[in-house]
């Protein structure tokens, strides 16, 4: 009884401070401790926020298993970005924790197998469409489902990018849906900026997640990285982009929104 009071009291004090302090959180994409998602939820639980993660079909137990490692209890609701009712029902789901929304973290990318690996020219449009679907108009799907849970002070959209200002070996049609992504973003700010709505991105390096694993190919970026990028990148540190992401859900970028923040060792900067 008395761990389960000094956790309910560190909590209760993790919510009065930090950067998040009092923030209502949603976080989509928590599959492993590894994953850019799981440290965005450690981060800004750490900053003072509450934070509900998002899971679905097969994968849920998995988040729910994950969910059980961050600093505090976070509830996990259903969510399946390309499911209408699921999208409907979001609001009734968070209001079971949380009276509002504050910020959505956008953690969500897929493609076939056939839209990766080099085969751009032969990919079929059925899984086109599923890689854009789910890797880009999900950002609005979400921010619509999600936009009935904003108050007047507004909230923050953050969704997590790779750079799609230049075609990358193997990356093939889960770039074009990045593009989109980058592009959707923009008019989603424009379109929800007189709400106070602020919609940005996190650019990050290569980082071996779960999601990574699954592109042909990826060892590539990771040998090629440190040869380009001016600061030191590590493959297996996804604290920075969360780092990035949790500050684009604090107030200190009152206005900002339409931005990507590239979190990849400076080499979007850099030419051949």
């Known amino acids: 009884m008395t761990d389960q009071k000094s956790s309910a009291a560190n909590n209760s004090s993790s919510q009065t401070s930090g950067l998040l302090a009092g923030k209502n959180i949603l976080v989509t994409g928590v599959l492993t401790d590894a994953s850019i998602a799981f440290h965005i939820a450690r981060l800004a639980q750490e900053q003072g926020a509450r934070v509900i993660l998002s899971s679905y079909g097969?994968?849920?137990?998995l988040t729910t298993r994950i969910a059980g490692r961050l600093p505090h209890p976070a509830p996990v609701i259903e969510l399946d970005v390309t499911n209408n009712d699921d999208l409907?029902?979001?609001?009734t789901r968070i209001k079971e924790h949380?009276?509002?929304?504050?910020?959505?973290?956008?953690?969500?990318g897929f493609a076939p197998e056939s839209a990766l690996g080099g085969n751009f020219l032969n990919t079929e449009w059925s899984d086109v469409a599923t890689a854009l679907h789910i890797s880009a108009y999900s950002l609005k799907s979400l921010t619509m489902a999600a936009r009935p849970l904003f108050t007047p002070q507004g909230a923050s959209i953050v969704g997590l990018d790779f750079d799609a200002t230049v075609a990358w070996p193997k990356y093939?049609?889960?770039?074009?849906?990045?593009?989109a992504l980058e592009s959707t973003s923009r008019y989603l700010a424009r379109d929800l900026g007189k709400e106070n709505v602020r919609v940005n991105l996190v650019a990050a390096g290569p980082i071996r997640t779960m999601a990574a694993k699954s592109i042909?190919?990826?060892?590539?970026?990771?040998?090629v990285w440190n040869e380009r990028a001016?600061?030191?990148w590590d493959v297996t540190d996804p604290v920075p982009a969360a780092q990035a992401t949790v500050a684009l859900l604090s107030d200190w970028f009152p206005k900002t929104t339409a931005e990507i923040i590239h979190v990849d060792g400076g080499l979007h900067g850099m030419g051949a």
């Open 58 to 61: 097969r994968v849920l137990s």
């Open 88 to 91: 409907a029902a979001l609001p």
């Open 98 to 108: 949380a009276p509002h929304l504050d910020g959505v973290v956008h953690s969500i």
């Open 172 to 179: 093939d049609w889960m770039g074009v849906a990045k593009a």
């Open 216 to 223: 042909p190919g990826f060892s590539d970026f990771e040998s």
């Open 230 to 232: 001016p600061l030191h």
